[in-house]
Structures are given as structure tokens and as C-alpha cells.
């Protein structure tokens, strides 16, 4: 009776565990990332520009629920430039005087608004799928950067002998090559104010960057403070040594 009940354990838990490791998609090449190893730091420039391709593209299907329009700030926009995109979108506050709730234009202090009410909406507008919040994307996805990289620029035509759902498209990179997000980008889908040339694989590199940061905005700091403590632990080894050498310098 053991060795039955052990035995459908397992063939229950080969038969969870089969369809996800089928699915698994083709590891994703590594790019070249300029927050990548302990000197690592963004590019303030390129977090811009891929705000530019969030706030024009991405933000049309997907929510980044955890970040405030005030943390832009960090971007180097200016006040007003915060003030002016948060403003855009229309936030539900209240309850008033007469205990009513109403709309106002978001706020710095807001987070991002989401671009469907709730889930439901969003799935109806998407053919039954649900375009996932990007607030930690990059840090949800085996792969992080590469992965979400790989899946922007992985877009195809299926090969022949791929028979494709309907309303669905071939991306290299995804799990099973079947997804329900069209092509999201382009050449030239937007114009960047520094002048850099807008091919598909920029404006994918610049929203992964925009995106590695929203899931992880401290990086910079963390970075900084991790170089700072190595020299402090270099000059007090070095102290202890000299100290070690004047102290038994007379033991032979």
C-alpha cells in the first residue's frame, strides 16, 4: 500500500512538473547591459528614452502598478514634466463633501495608471489574454533582461510546418513560440529628443533598461554603497596587517 501510494505521488507530481518543462523556451542570448557587474550603473539617458517607449507603446496594453510618477524624478525629469504626465491619465478619488466619488488628473504622488479599469476589461480588449503588470517583469521572468529582450525582438513568421491558433503570433523566444501579444515595436515607431536612431533593437534595449530599473531602482545605490564598504574593508585590512607586523615585529 506504501509503495502504491508513493508511486501515484510521484506520477502525479511527473505529470505537474511535464508540461511546464515542456514548455520551457530556448535559453535567451546575453546582452550587454550597462548596470551588469559591481561597477555597473544605469544609463539616466537610456532609462529616459525608454520611458519615452513605455509612456508611447507599452503603456497602451500594460500597467506598472508599483511605480509612482514622483520616481521619475530619478530620470532626471524635471517637476513640471512630472506634474504634466502624471496629469494625462484620470485617477478615481473621493469620497467628497456628499460622499461621492469622482475623477481628478493623477498626481507626482500616484502611481502609474493603469491603462484597462480591471482585469476583465483588459482581457476583452485583448482577445481573452491578460497583458501582465511590467513593474517586475524583468525579475519575474527566468532569463530577466535577456528573456524580455529576446520576446520584443523574437517576433517571426511561423514556419511552415507550425500550425498557429487563431489570434495568436510566432515569437522565437516564448515558451511553446505561440503568443498572444502582436508585434509591439518597429523601426522608427517613435522619435527619440536626444537623436539616437530608432531601430527595433534599440527601442527593445531602451524599455528592458526602463524596465530593469522600475523593478529595481535602487541598483545604482546598492551599487555605490557595496564599492564604498570594499574600500573600507581593503584600508581596514590593510591597517590590521601594518599592526600585526608592529606588534610581533620583535617575536622571533
Known amino acids: ?27 535567451p542570448a546575453h546582452q550587454s547591459w550597462s ?28 500597467s506598472l502598478k508599483l511605480v509612482a510618477y ?14 504634466d504626465m502624471a496629469a494625462e491619465k484620470q485617477v478615481q478619488d473621493g469620497p467628497n ?17 493603469p491603462p484597462f479599469p480591471n482585469e476583465p476589461a483588459a482581457r476583452v480588449a485583448n482577445n481573452g489574454a491578460l497583458p501582465p503588470d511590467l513593474s517586475l517583469i524583468t525579475k519575474a521572468r527566468a532569463g530577466g533582461a ?18 498557429m491558433a ?13 503568443i498572444a501579444m502582436p508585434p509591439p515595436i518597429s523601426d522608427d515607431q517613435v522619435t527619440y529628443a536626444d537623436g ?22 535602487e541598483l545604482d545605490l546598492r551599487h555605490n554603497l557595496g564599492l564604498k564598504v570594499l574600500g573600507f574593508l581593503f584600508v581596514l585590512t590593510v591597517m590590521f596587517y601594518a599592526l600585526k607586523r608592529k606588534i610581533w615585529a620583535d617575536v622571533h
Not at 506504501?2 to 520551457?24: D, G, N, Q
Not at 537610456?46 to 509612456?55: A, E, I, N, S, W
Not at 529582450?149 to 510546418?161: E, H
Not at 489570434?167 to 505561440?178: D, I, L, S, V
Open 1 to 27: 500500500m506504501r509503495k502504491f501510494i508513493l508511486s501515484t505521488v510521484a506520477a502525479a507530481l511527473v505529470a505537474a512538473v511535464s508540461p511546464v518543462l515542456a514548455e520551457e523556451g530556448p535559453e
Open 35 to 62: 548596470w551588469v557587474g559591481i561597477f555597473g550603473q544605469y544609463d539616466k539617458p537610456q532609462l529616459r528614452r525608454g520611458l519615452q517607449v513605455y509612456h508611447d507603446i507599452c503603456s497602451n496594453c500594460h
Open 70 to 83: 514622483r520616481n521619475l524624478a530619478y530620470l532626471g525629469l524635471s517637476e513640471d514634466e512630472i506634474k
Open 97 to 113: 463633501d456628499q460622499g461621492d466619488m469622482y475623477q481628478r488628473p493623477a498626481r507626482p504622488s500616484d502611481y502609474f495608471v
Open 146 to 163: 535577456d528573456y524580455i529582450y529576446a520576446i520584443l525582438t523574437g517576433f517571426a513568421d511561423a514556419p511552415a510546418d507550425v500550425t
Open 166 to 178: 487563431d489570434g495568436m503570433n510566432y515569437n522565437t523566444a516564448f515558451p511553446g513560440h505561440q
Open 196 to 217: 539616437t536612431k530608432a531601430t527595433k533593437e534599440q527601442i527593445a534595449k531602451d524599455a528592458v533598461a526602463f524596465l530593469n530599473w522600475a523593478a529595481e531602482p
